[in-house]
């Protein structure tokens, strides 16, 4: 194994409930016209109303956090946020290691999130285990993984393969 690649989508089952009742609310206002007190909807603003809830959902299915290691670096993207792919070289990290975090308390959910305390910034999409990544300059990232097996595997390969020391790998 000399690669490692993963597409994770958000899946939660709250978050898709919440993006549904957000959608439905304003059809069902719209919709309901002089009972709620409302008068004088048209078909435009039921449109209008629905539009933004209907593209957030959209933004939702198609958002996908694409991550890549192999022995050039870390690659990751969050589609269709970042217009290209991100990279990190070996040669900038100090320290790259899995690890199981607290989504909620240290970054305040999932997305692209800024960590409190110190944390750094986080790319995930659920779960609670990732790669964490403290590069040379101190910046930390992290990056939610549920193939984190895997990526120990290849992390073991790149120091057989003297990629990487195994001092980065070790906490």
Do not use: C
């Not at 199981?100 to 970054?107: A, G, R």
């Not at 790149?158 to 001092?167: A, G, Q, Y």
């Amino acid at each position: 194994m000399n690669e490692f690649s993963e597409r994770q989508q958000f899946r939660q089952w709250w978050l898709w409930a919440i993006l549904t009742v957000t959608l439905i609310a304003p059809i069902v206002i719209t919709l309901n016209d002089g009972k709620l007190g409302y008068k004088g909807h048209t078909a435009q603003d039921i449109m209008i109303g629905a539009a933004i809830p209907v593209l957030i959902i959209i933004l939702f299915i198609t958002m996908q956090l694409r991550t890549r290691i192999n022995e050039t670096g870390i690659y990751y993207r969050f589609f269709p946020i970042h217009f290209q792919v991100l990279r990190i070289g070996w040669d900038e990290v100090e320290k790259a290691y899995i690890r199981q975090y607290k989504p909620l308390i240290e970054y305040g959910g999932w997305g692209i999130r800024m960590g409190l305390g110190g944390k750094g910034k986080a790319y995930n999409t659920s779960g609670n285990m990732g790669l964490q990544l403290e590069l040379k300059t101190g910046k930390k990232i992290l990056i939610g993984s549920q193939k984190t097996d895997e990526i120990s595997a290849l992390l073991e390969q790149l120091v057989k393969n003297k990629v990487i020391t195994r001092t980065m790998i070790t906490v």
